[in-house]
């Protein structure tokens, strides 16, 4: 197969499908809302490409608007070098962002998903065995449209793990924490990823950090019961957070963003958290680890957007909520690997 | 006083307080939100300018432009002429709505609370006993910050009764049906309307029309059990809506808006609806009555933002929908009154 | 085979699947709750034994007992005779209760799905590729434990129906209305049953009835918004009922019963309720048509626990709340059929 | 005064009136539900005899059985002494615990209410000017039936603290670490008991325990996000958690409990509860401290039924879970109390 067939191939799956291994509520079956474009999204594309039989995409009801992609840019089909370059054309910068994570995703699972036969119910040589598990409205909608198997993160038997979660994040710092919940979906996807033996983070080159808070300065989102909203803005000033405040809702809703668990969630800016090396509380300065610990113990916090701990390459049974690598697209359309 | 000051002043306290008789789940005691310039929300100020004693306004943790008045310059407590104008200096489109809107406010507390001082718990020549019933967070929020009385709806004795209700609309009809619902409210909102002996509209001009589906084009917001969303989604298209959609949470929130019931909004856009005359169903077209009482009997649906049926005057028990009356302020200063 | 097989083995079998047709949020996989015994989950067992090959039943994480069946008991897969007797051994009254139940859930199978190959997605001798929307997270685990197709009723298409449903009552008068919602799912069921082309009722002699509120006593069970439920009790207090309450959550749950919808159930007792003829007001008598459109509109309330109006044979196109048939197994051993 | 005469009294106003200085969603004015006759309620009769004018107790809509007062028995304000006894009449089993738990209430009130006139806005000589912030509808309901100021817990400004809290719990150990839960309100009452200078624990002899899970074996109640509840009784049996499962709805509702917050419940046996010592992880022992920090940081888990760590006196600043002291009514009439 040469790369036009590929890229026929790839064109006709661009946002049909996903494997972003989440899961959430059941929602209807068509997709219902725009692309936010994240990384679990961009990777479903990826993984489609490589499991799919191409020509029987079930697109119906699709809302998103049809991909027109020009084939010869498309990557092989064989297996990629761990950079690859993208057309010399110039691109808007939208067009760059987007085609970057999609370098980053289709790398991703070149290394996570396609030398594993053996991963859970893949047959050989078919990917059409494999189930996926969503962790929102978005990947549920792109997995059916796909054709792909679905099924639910609650459905999962206690003790058993997925094999791998690709997930993107708003932020990830040299050491793979990450800040996720720009979405409001922060505690499907951390209980996805805890479920999950790896976790693949899959972004563009502007979700790189130094450090968290450096380059996602909206705060760090936190889940929290409405009731205690209130209470946890007084502990997030005493911790010294600068402006922590409730995400509000508008345009769609008037008042605070609602979870789809029913909950409200609270941005709390911190200067940029350190990975390691003294930090001065009194000056309001922390570690990434401290802090998370912190957050999660405050009554009235349901779940944190910071994913921080130990990877599942050293949590050999689950409960891991960092990734073990993380594929940003880059903007001169080369794949940066960063592994734990 | 001249219409100069009164300008000035209804200017000055545009976020200072509120009286919109609304209902809804507890929330913190500052003004989280920015104001979305609702109905009720305006009306509060014209509330709060008669019965409170200026000075004393609680405006701690306001997150909203503290009002600088001048005593001076209140209007009078006599009630005002039904129609009144503003001053001839040229406003922005913005300020000439929100300045229409207050307007409108006004009068309709003149005529719909001033003269009334036996309404409940009013004591004479004082406000300070009126208790006030928010139907979302941000009319609660300046209840508060207003140091107005604040109840909530849950706590009226079964059987009891508010004396009125002021609120908005985003469309009104010349037989006085609204729609609600643009701030993902309408289920709140049509509870404390129906709790209410009377119901008094306030809006600005671009609300009134002569259909609703004219002027407010997005669709009939419509409250649903999330898993019955596509089974609605069905029977609206069955009943001739064109491209009924579940509205998105974006940017705040990936996937579907969830209102503070842990429901979605549906909005789906008919023809304009008729108030009499024939409708032709092959045609798609509805009369208002008719569609509210179609609509209110899908299973899956929790509520719509229809307001229909009979008023509080020709409903002497509670449970009406529509206003008595409903109070525009005009682009040309004035102020249109719509009576049942 | 004798009729006294057919008893030990429909005894044998009582937990292991079901058909419930019934949907709700996604629930864990294995069966985590104890049976009610509700019509839908009795109907589940004639279900499973029609159309599974029994030894290959999944049973894993099952708390319930193991079906021991032996293959040569199994009725016989032809239409059965519309009365069939049981073993004349003296049960004790659970028993038979439970007994006459299984037997009107065979009858009803025997009669609605046994003879339509053609129904969805149905291979001709093999129900495997059945598949079944439960309405709960009883239904849903005894789906999965028998090894039957699951889905979600809110994966449907919008438009599309389900063949048959099978459900249970509380309660049944002889125009086939339906008291529902004891186990507090109303909501869930009542979407379920008006997304199929046709709704069959099973249940026990105990829910015969000549009015519904004559053998139920405890009260139409309405699904209400937490806010508004003293407002809703002051309304049915006007409307005649008597006593309505809020129904607890003891011993679980301090407080009122919280539903997987986020509401709150109100029990509203009222005379029993005509199906014909007068009724008068001022006594408190109303007829059940009028009853549930006077109830249904009520703001505050999402859905009620009377199913009522036409059935799916009336509405070709779906959205019918009653059955076309109710199945019950009397305590004589025989069924009883009533159909519309 | 006599003991007799307390006695009496004590016993005439139990359900009464109350201080749980607990807090959640609102809910209507009428006390809807049976007592539990949890710590917090019984509390409150407490409170309410010593601040408020008794004939004036406004008991409208209560469902509980009106107390028969006689004033002349009402026990003085002058601080009672530390440990009181009942009258030597033979009460039942039943009237044993509440009475013990009454006495305690009683006691725990002098101790650290009676004596503090300054705390939050507290009128010399009158407790009607004390707020009070219930925890659950329970307790809201009798703050209201007795005509003492009600609060919301999400209405306390960011930082503003809760002078005393007084709350029961299902099981006390010598280091007052406690289990609640058992009424499905423990997220609720950590969040308030957080927010307080000091809790004090109120409950009867059968909560007095050498070890948690020694007395109240059901397991430790844990608040969880339904969609994750296999994820976690996955990592419960991983931990050493015995036959953690599910609570169930029944008889009220099918299918789990679904909390106030829309969770559900998980009750987690674990091996009695170290609070020194050496555990042996791989026999499944735990401290108390070190299990709820692995708790709380399971993803899916909301919340926990430990209450643990520091108290309200060694964390000066609010957040504390333990109690400062607990009383406990005893079979003999006494009050023994426990502090910290």
Not at 240 to 244: E, F, K, N, P
């Given at each position: 197969m040469n790369k036009h067939h590929l890229l026929l191939r790839s064109a006709s799956f661009s946002t049909a499908s996903l494997l972003n291994i989440r899961s959430g509520p059941p929602h209807p079956a068509r997709p219902l809302f725009p692309s936010s474009g994240a990384g679990g999204t961009t990777t479903a594309a990826a993984v489609s490409h490589f499991f799919l039989p191409h020509q029987h995409h079930r697109q119906h009801h699709s809302l998103f608007p049809s991909p027109r992609l020009k084939p010869h840019r498309y990557p092989p089909l064989t297996p990629l070098s761990s950079t690859f370059k993208m057309s010399t054309t110039t691109p808007s910068p939208v067009d760059l962002i987007e085609q970057s994570k999609r370098l980053a995703a289709f790398q991703s699972v070149t290394a996570h998903l396609v030398p594993f036969p053996h991963y859970t119910r893949v047959g050989i040589g078919s990917g059409s065995t494999i189930t996926f598990y969503p962790t929102g409205a978005q990947s549920e909608q792109l997995i059916e449209s796909a054709g792909l198997n679905l099924q639910y993160i609650n459905k999962l038997h206690p003790g058993a793990l997925l094999d791998v979660c690709f997930d993107g994040a708003d932020e990830v710092d040299p050491a793979l924490n990450l800040i996720k919940g720009g979405g409001a979906c922060l505690w499907q996807e951390k209980i996805v990823a805890a479920s999950s033996r790896k976790f693949v983070c899959v972004a563009d080159f502007r979700k790189i950090s130094p450090a968290l808070g450096t380059q996602w300065n909206k705060g760090i989102p936190i889940e929290v019961l409405p009731l205690a909203a209130n209470r946890v803005l007084g502990e997030l000033e005493r911790m010294?957070?600068?402006?922590?405040k409730i995400r509000p809702g508008l345009p769609g809703k008037a008042g605070a963003i609602v979870t789809d668990n029913g909950m409200w969630i609270v941005d709390a800016p911190f200067k940029p958290l350190k990975v390691e090396g003294q930090s001065d509380r009194e000056k309001g300065e922390w570690q990434v680890d401290e802090l998370a610990d912190a957050l999660i113990k405050i009554p009235g916090v349901a779940e944190i957007g910071l994913f921080y701990g130990k990877n599942g390459r050293e949590l050999q049974e689950g409960g891991a909520q960092k990734p073990v690598e993380a594929y940003f697209g880059m903007e001169d359309g080369s794949v940066k690997v960063l592994s734990a």
């Open positions: 010294g957070s600068l402006g922590a």
